[in-house]
């Protein structure tokens, strides 16, 4: 693997929400490469976070990729809104609509990336079938919901299994995590071929940031090269 790839997307649903602006310009100058923003709805997943227009109202802080994660119902009702809010890439969850490839489709037709996740409990091989209209999986390493939730190892077979995939069909797509990941685990599941790391309390509760970013990304590279 190439360990020029590996990509730390620090999740604000850790982070200080009283200045939500201040810690995402905080966050991109410590050397992140992406913004993760969790957007839940409290009936997909039991908890409620940000809509379109607060992140709309933070874009104007600095040009880092925004990686948005809707953990919603039937998201095409709300891919209009998040494209405009100045979302990069938009990630969708498989068991979250019926319409998945219309979905991942419109995500492109606005000029952004599409993104398609799986539950740790769902079958990997379901992806299969949606790789030519997705950009980035997302592999969940714990339940989605709530922030600060302890890795789920058995995840890491469905990582293995969406990594032969790809290279099964040919697909030179990045895989993503998300949930419990930190400095401790990262190398572990940069080994089965994760590129983008996705860590909240393992940067926000940290001291300094920007340490806690480049210790996780240094145990990323360490895993890769295995």
Do not use: W
């Given at each position: 693997?190439?360990?020029?790839?590996?990509k730390?997307?620090?999740s604000?649903?850790?982070c200080?929400?009283?200045?939500l602006?201040?810690?995402?310009k905080?966050t991109?100058?410590?050397?992140?490469?992406?913004?993760?923003?969790?957007?839940?709805?409290?009936?997909?997943v039991?908890n409620?976070t940000?809509?379109?227009?607060v992140?709309k109202s933070?874009?104007?802080?600095?040009?880092?990729i925004?990686?948005v994660h809707?953990?919603i119902?039937?998201?095409l009702r709300f891919?209009d809104?998040?494209?405009g809010?100045g979302a990069?890439?938009?990630t969708?969850?498989i068991?979250?609509?019926?319409?998945?490839?219309e979905?991942?489709?419109y995500?492109?037709?606005?000029?952004?990336?599409?993104?398609l996740?799986?539950?740790?409990?769902?079958?990997?091989?379901?992806l299969?079938?949606y790789?030519?209209?997705?950009?980035?999986?997302?592999?969940?390493?714990?339940?989605?919901?709530f922030?600060?939730?302890?890795f789920i190892?058995?995840?890491?077979d469905?990582?293995?299994?969406?990594?032969?995939m790809?290279?099964e069909?040919?697909?030179?797509?990045?895989?993503?995590v998300?949930?419990?990941i930190?400095?401790?685990n990262a190398?572990?599941?940069?080994?089965?071929?994760?590129?983008?790391?996705v860590?909240?309390?393992?940067v926000?509760?940290k001291?300094?940031?920007q340490?806690a970013?480049?210790?996780i990304?240094?145990?990323?590279?360490k895993?890769s090269k295995?």
């Amino acid at each position: 693997m190439d360990t020029k790839t590996i990509k730390i997307s620090p999740s604000i649903l850790s982070c200080d929400f009283s200045h939500l602006a201040d810690e995402i310009k905080r966050t991109a100058d410590a050397g992140a490469d992406m913004i993760h923003i969790d957007v839940m709805d409290g009936a997909f997943v039991p908890n409620i976070t940000f809509g379109a227009p607060v992140v709309k109202s933070f874009r104007k802080y600095t040009d880092i990729i925004f990686d948005v994660h809707l953990m919603i119902n039937e998201p095409l009702r709300f891919i209009d809104d998040f494209a405009g809010a100045g979302a990069d890439i938009i990630t969708i969850h498989i068991e979250s609509c019926n319409n998945v490839k219309e979905t991942l489709e419109y995500i492109r037709s606005k000029g952004i990336k599409s993104g398609l996740s799986i539950k740790p409990k769902t079958d990997p091989e379901s992806l299969r079938k949606y790789l030519p209209y997705t950009d980035m999986i997302l592999v969940m390493s714990v339940e989605p919901g709530f922030g600060g939730q302890g890795f789920i190892p058995e995840t890491l077979d469905n990582m293995k299994y969406v990594s032969t995939m790809l290279k099964e069909e040919g697909y030179d797509i990045p895989i993503e995590v998300d949930g419990g990941i930190s400095e401790k685990n990262a190398d572990i599941v940069a080994a089965t071929g994760v590129t983008i790391f996705v860590a909240g309390s393992a940067v926000y509760k940290k001291p300094d940031i920007q340490k806690a970013i480049e210790d996780i990304r240094e145990s990323a590279i360490k895993g890769s090269k295995n």
